[in-house]
């Protein structure tokens, strides 16, 4: 199933083909249904099967991840700069003014109150020529600066290998529910050839443009929700850099169906570009 949940009345995003919307789900979601959500497992090397998950996720502590933001329309994203969020083109609509979106930043737990920062948004910037397949970025403008470190992006294939963490706030386990504290999960690299070696979907990926990362044997995952949320990993400085976007998958956590996230490194010029125009 692609990962795609839309709102009643609201069609899905332009162009996405009705063979991926019917086989397949985008991975976000509306309010009130499954939001953002990860099977978490302690880390182990990408040479190792994955061990039964602890469904549910390791949770995050408060601080850990600062850069994390979820959005209002049910997908999570990244600070690129104090007052931009990166997130994932499928998870928006078309480029231009929008006030719609209010992003929450500054805590791991949805309902504390304490130290939470909402903002709402001022424009929205899809990916020029996303159509459904691969391209699958965009960035939100917010109508003032969150004070909290942001996220670099790898502009290099660099870092496109080994162990990544993501992390997200949604169901635990494919339909589940939204979770109150921000999950975290380590999932290694899949090459292009492996991953599309399993077949259906995953025949068409978008190399270049799309990173998988998973278990064969699945258990961990990111879910419906997590669209637009970082893949992360550390630099040769010890420093987060973030590597993909979540964007789609066949289910979750499915043996031999890994996640598929947006090939930041391919982008950053154009993501550079875009920013430098809000």
């Given at each position: 199933?692609?990962?795609?949940?839309?709102?009643?009345g609201r069609?899905p995003?332009?162009?996405?083909t009705?063979?991926?919307l019917?086989?397949?789900?985008?991975r976000c979601?509306v309010?009130g249904?499954?939001a953002l959500?990860i099977?978490?497992?302690?880390p182990?090397?990408?040479?190792q099967?994955a061990p039964?998950p602890?469904v549910g996720g390791?949770?995050?502590?408060?601080?850990?991840?600062?850069?994390?933001v979820?959005?209002?329309?049910?997908?999570?994203g990244?600070?690129y700069?104090?007052?931009?969020?990166?997130?994932?083109?499928?998870c928006v609509?078309?480029s231009?003014?929008n006030?719609?979106?209010?992003?929450?930043?500054?805590?791991?737990?949805?309902q504390s109150t304490?130290?939470r920062?909402?903002?709402?948004s001022t424009k929205?910037?899809?990916a020029?020529?996303?159509?459904?397949t691969?391209?699958d970025?965009a960035?939100i403008?917010?109508?003032q600066?969150i004070?909290?470190?942001t996220?670099?992006i790898?502009?290099?294939t660099?870092?496109?290998?080994?162990?990544f963490?993501?992390?997200?706030w949604g169901?635990n386990?494919?339909g589940?529910?939204?979770?109150r504290?921000?999950?975290k999960?380590?999932?290694?690299?899949?090459?292009d050839a492996a991953?599309?070696?399993?077949g259906?979907?995953y025949?068409g990926?978008v190399?270049?443009?799309?990173?998988c990362?998973g278990?064969?044997?699945?258990?961990?995952d990111?879910c419906?929700?997590?669209s637009?949320?970082?893949?992360?990993?550390?630099?040769?400085?010890?420093a987060?850099?973030?590597v993909?976007?979540?964007?789609?998958g066949?289910g979750?956590a499915?043996p031999e169906a890994?996640?598929?996230?947006t090939e930041v490194s391919t982008f950053?010029?154009?993501i550079a570009?875009?920013a430098s125009?809000?």
């Amino acid at each position: 199933m692609l990962r795609l949940h839309v709102s009643p009345g609201r069609p899905p995003t332009e162009g996405i083909t009705l063979k991926r919307l019917l086989t397949a789900l985008k991975r976000c979601a509306v309010l009130g249904a499954a939001a953002l959500a990860i099977a978490s497992l302690q880390p182990v090397t990408a040479a190792q099967a994955a061990p039964s998950p602890v469904v549910g996720g390791t949770r995050a502590a408060q601080g850990e991840f600062p850069f994390m933001v979820r959005l209002s329309m049910g997908c999570g994203g990244a600070l690129y700069t104090q007052q931009i969020v990166l997130t994932a083109a499928h998870c928006v609509g078309a480029s231009g003014n929008n006030t719609g979106i209010t992003a929450t930043a500054g805590v791991v737990d949805l309902q504390s109150t304490s130290g939470r920062v909402q903002v709402r948004s001022t424009k929205v910037l899809r990916a020029p020529g996303y159509n459904g397949t691969g391209k699958d970025w965009a960035l939100i403008k917010l109508a003032q600066p969150i004070n909290l470190p942001t996220l670099k992006i790898a502009t290099t294939t660099q870092y496109n290998t080994g162990d990544f963490t993501v992390a997200g706030w949604g169901a635990n386990r494919e339909g589940g529910a939204q979770q109150r504290y921000l999950l975290k999960a380590t999932v290694p690299f899949v090459s292009d050839a492996a991953c599309k070696a399993y077949g259906g979907l995953y025949s068409g990926l978008v190399a270049n443009e799309e990173i998988c990362a998973g278990f064969d044997a699945g258990g961990v995952d990111t879910c419906q929700g997590d669209s637009g949320g970082p893949m992360f990993r550390k630099d040769n400085a010890g420093a987060w850099v973030q590597v993909g976007i979540v964007s789609w998958g066949e289910g979750c956590a499915r043996p031999e169906a890994p996640g598929v996230y947006t090939e930041v490194s391919t982008f950053a010029s154009a993501i550079a570009s875009a920013a430098s125009t809000l």
